[in-house]
C-alpha cells in the first residue's frame, strides 16, 4: 500500500514563499510519476504541477508558472512544490498524488492519479 503525506503547508503573506513536501512510503515511488493538485473551498480541485519519474520533464498550470517549482529527491522518497510569489488566490488545500509508472501522458488529469496525500493546508493572507 502506498501512503503519501504532505508537509509544509502554514500561514504566510502575499508575496511570501513556502516549500511543500510529499513524503511516500514504499519504494517504487521513484519510478512513478506525481503531480500536485490543490482545492480552494468551493471550488473543484485544480491541477497545479506535476512531473515524470526521474523530474526530468515538469508541467504545471498557467496560474502557478513562474512561481512554483516540483522536484523530486527520489533517494529520500519525496516529493517537493516551492512556491513563491505566493497570491491569496493560491490559498486551498494542497494535495499530492502518485500517477502512472514513469510518465503520464495527461498530466493535468486527476484521474491519472491512484494515490493521494490527506492534503496540507495553505493560506497566503493580503
Known amino acids: 500500500q502506498v501512503q503519501l503525506v504532505e508537509s509544509g503547508g502554514g500561514l504566510v503573506q502575499a508575496g511570501g514563499s513556502l516549500r511543500l513536501s510529499c513524503a511516500a512510503s514504499g519504494r517504487t515511488f521513484s519510478s512513478y510519476a506525481m503531480g500536485w493538485f490543490r482545492q480552494a473551498p468551493g471550488k473543484e480541485r485544480e491541477f497545479v504541477a506535476a512531473?515524470?519519474?526521474?523530474?526530468?520533464?515538469?508541467y504545471y498550470a498557467d496560474s502557478v508558472k513562474g512561481r512554483f517549482t516540483i522536484s523530486r529527491d527520489n533517494a529520500k522518497n519525496t516529493g517537493y512544490l516551492q512556491m513563491n510569489s505566493l497570491k491569496p488566490e493560491d490559498t486551498a488545500v494542497y494535495y499530492c498524488?502518485?500517477?502512472?509508472?514513469?510518465?503520464?501522458?495527461?498530466?493535468?488529469?486527476?484521474?491519472?492519479?491512484?494515490?493521494w496525500g490527506q492534503g496540507t493546508q495553505v493560506t497566503v493572507s493580503s
Open positions: 512531473t515524470t519519474w526521474s523530474g526530468g520533464i515538469t
Open positions: 498524488a502518485r500517477g502512472p509508472r514513469y510518465y503520464t501522458q495527461h498530466p493535468s488529469s486527476d484521474s491519472e492519479y491512484a494515490y
